[in-house]
């Protein structure tokens, strides 16, 4: 069946849907189509089933691109403040969690909801089970075949997405796509994904493994301070996602557990109070008992307090704000939460995200060298850019 449209959006994911539902509201016909059995499948899985659906701190500085300014003007006219207004006509009920972060109170089913009420609402189509097989471009017409079916419009968005969990039907179509049209594609990254360490650390660490600590995290000039969590694999939590984006293979980590704690402090009043507890027992005052002991195993310190040199205490304080690692690799685009890299943004006219050289064609989302810090600032790059195309389209 051959479907005639205004706009093809390829990818019923966050951008698409907002694209599709900006498009429509403003009279276009148009056609979404996934090959998922569902719509907003990431969305659903998101925040832990809460959806953070945006980061009311979310502003450029937040995303990695080769282009750190080509974010700017889709993020500055659909701000976080847009999307939680279209949250609340719908009722749904959120809450900030920590850092700006926004969560649903109930279910992030209620934000794919909201799409599906609007989309129909706006009269856009959704085509699902579509698994695309060609795109081509016959003078001003896109044509997109489907195992099933054919579409034709003068405008064609891509937002099918990253690379990031395949099991969850992520294909790297974009990429193709954008190939097979003359734009250029940056290498592409696993992000905001677990470390994962060599076999001999990994057994050091296993003994961790469930512990979670404050950390400030660093790689090179940049931090994030937030939880660190040892898993069987290596390192995981927050903190590590979020340097996980800036690190490459053979880099440094530094790691200084619990910043607020003034471990210097800690062991010069212990000493006073107690000289003959050892170096372990004093430090499980401030760290969990398993972690204490790794540091004192660690820097070759067991023993009483009073028996400990300046020198060895300084050694173990500067362990605990220092401690330099070097992960063996990550966990992969099969738990990466995003896709570093992508549609170079050289390519894309920022205030639309059509492509310079291809009239009509449009790249949205994770698609593009456009990647946002954990914490909702992905969402809203997908609702932002999503929302930039839906107004020229
Ligand atoms: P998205 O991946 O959402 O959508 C792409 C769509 O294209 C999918 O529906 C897919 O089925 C379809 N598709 C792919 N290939 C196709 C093909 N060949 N043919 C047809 N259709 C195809 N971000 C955030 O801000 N807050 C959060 O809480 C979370 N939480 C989170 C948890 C987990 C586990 C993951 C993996 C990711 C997150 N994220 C997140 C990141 C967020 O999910 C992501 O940035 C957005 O979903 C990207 O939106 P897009 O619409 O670009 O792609």
């Known amino acids: 069946m051959v479907h005639k449209q205004d706009v093809i959006v390829i990818g019923a994911g966050a951008a698409g849907m907002m694209c599709a539902l900006t498009a429509a509201r403003r009279g276009r016909r148009v056609a979404i189509l996934d090959h998922a059995a569902a719509p907003g499948e990431k969305i659903r899985i998101s925040g832990g089933g809460r959806c953070n659906f945006t980061n009311i701190h979310a502003g450029p500085k937040n995303y990695l691109s080769a282009n750190p300014h080509f974010a700017k003007s889709a993020l500055a006219r659909f701000k976080p403040a847009d999307f939680i207004a279209m949250v609340d006509a719908h009722g749904i009920s959120w809450h900030e969690k920590t850092l700006g972060q926004l969560f649903c109170d109930g279910s992030a089913k209620d934000i794919i909801g909201l799409f599906l009420k609007e989309l129909a609402a706006a009269g856009a189509r959704l085509h699902l089970k579509q698994s695309v097989v060609s795109v081509e471009r016959n003078g001003d017409t896109f044509r997109v075949k489907t195992e099933t079916d054919v579409f034709e419009a003068p405008a064609l968005v891509v937002a099918s997405g990253g690379k990031s969990i395949p099991k969850m039907g992520a294909t790297g179509l974009a990429y193709r796509i954008a190939g097979e049209f003359g734009l250029n594609v940056l290498e592409t990254r696993p992000g905001l994904v677990p470390l994962t360490l060599d076999p001999a650390f990994l057994e050091k660490i296993a003994p961790l493994a469930g512990i979670s600590v404050d950390a400030e995290v660093r790689h090179g000039k940049t931090a994030f301070r937030e939880a660190l969590l040892f898993t069987h694999r290596g390192l995981s939590g927050p903190a590590i996602l979020q340097i996980s984006s800036y690190w490459r293979e053979g880099d440094e980590i530094s790691i200084r557990i619990e910043p607020d704690k003034d471990f210097a402090a800690l062991f010069d009043a212990a000493r006073r109070e107690n000289g003959r507890q050892s170096v372990a027992t004093a430090l499980a005052a401030a760290l969990p008992k398993r972690l204490a002991q790794f540091f004192v195993t660690e820097t070759g310190t067991e023993r009483p307090l009073a028996e400990l040199s300046g020198k060895a205490q300084a050694a173990v304080v500067d362990r605990l704000r220092d401690w330099r690692i070097r992960p063996a690799g990550s966990e992969g685009y099969r738990t990466a939460e995003v896709t570093l890299g992508g549609v170079d943004t050289g390519g894309l006219d920022s205030r639309t995200m059509q492509a310079k050289a291809v009239p009509g ?21 997908a609702w932002a850019s999503g929302h930039a195309a839906g107004e020229a389209v």
């Open 361 to 381: 064609l449009y790249f949205i989302g994770e698609c593009v060298d456009v990647t946002g810090w954990l914490g909702g600032y992905n969402f809203q790059w």
